[in-house]
Nanobody
Framework: QVQLVESGGGLVQAGGFLKLSCAASGRTFSPYYMGWFRQAPGKEREFVSTIRWSSRSTYYADSVKGRFTLSRDNANNTVYLQMNSLKPEDTAVYYC????????????????????WGQGTQVTVSS
């Protein structure tokens, strides 16, 4: 059974930075895709960023492009989300998500296409 364990959330002022980590355990092979979604109160869960493990190709939501950077540690099946120039609208619970099996119909921005999720970590950006 795969477990995704997140860390790194917290409270920061606007313009500040945070780094989130997510480690996958329970599998000996690498994920197909692994990344982050977020959900603010009263809103749907939305895509933030993801990485295709084999190619290291990264994808970002327009709202975070240029401010957030996703990277991976292949040896430890871990992803890191460096979040800079944070804005109050970045406030949300951030969820790590992963898919380990290949599918030709995979849409990286669709939360339903990921089959493993972390418990979530709160990020609060004050103005």
């Amino acid at each position: 059974q795969v477990q995704l364990v997140e860390s790194g959330g917290g409270l920061v002022q606007a313009g500040g930075f945070l780094k989130l980590s997510c480690a996958a355990s329970g599998r000996t092979f690498s994920p197909y895709y692994m990344g982050w979604f977020r959900q603010a109160p009263g809103k749907e869960r939305e895509f933030v960023s993801t990485i295709r493990w084999s190619s290291r190709s990264t994808y970002y939501a327009d709202s975070v492009k240029g401010r957030f950077t996703l990277s991976r540690d292949n040896a430890n099946n871990t992803v890191y989300l460096q979040m800079n120039s944070l804005k109050p609208e970045d406030t949300a619970v951030y969820y790590c998500a992963a898919r380990f099996s290949y599918t030709s119909r995979f849409n990286y921005y669709n939360p339903s296409d990921y089959n493993y999720w972390g418990q979530g970590t709160q990020v609060t950006v004050s103005s």
